[in-house]
């Protein structure tokens, strides 16, 4: 399937030019309850489906070093991205894609574990657990989904459910 993450909110116009230029499935972060400006909106996943996409949730505040990363802020980050899915109308049962935005060393795993325990924790089986990094998270975090980045993976790659 071809998708795409993007950070930029898609009008009823560019859904349909996404649509037509074969792509299948938008990666759209959440966010709007927090006032986030690369947030997804409702009237914008309306576009998005009215456009015939599928849309794929991601949670991304700040996760760009090992000090981010811990068993409670994997709790508290769940709960946040419950709060934005149903807001949205999410699906319960889809997998929502939890980020590691930087190129994490293997130091860095013990503490990236503990916030995927937490993030799965917290989410409880409401919603899949999905992980969005580099080829050494996608190879150390067991979860539901995996979309690895094409940043920080040297080529490597790791059986994914996305790839960027």
Known sequence: MN????????????AQAL???????????????????????PDEAKSIHAAGLSIFLIWESAPTSKSYFSYSKGISDAAAAISEAEYLGATTG????????YDAPAADMSAIKD?????KDGLGGKYLM??????????????D???????????????NHIYQ
């Open 115 to 119: 916030y995927f325990q937490g993030v």
């Open 3 to 14: 998708g795409i993450d993007c950070a930029t909110r898609l009008t009823a116009a560019s």
């Open 145 to 159: 989904r995996y979309f690895q980045t094409y940043a920080w993976s040297g080529g490597q790659t790791a059986p």
């Open 19 to 41: 649509k037509q230029a074969g792509i299948m499935a938008i990666g759209r972060y959440l966010g709007y309850q927090h006032g986030w400006s690369k947030a997804l909106t």
């Open 94 to 101: 889809v997998a929502i894609y939890f980020t590691v935005d």
């Open 130 to 143: 999905g992980v969005y990094g580099p080829y050494v998270v996608m190879k150390s975090v067991t979860a």
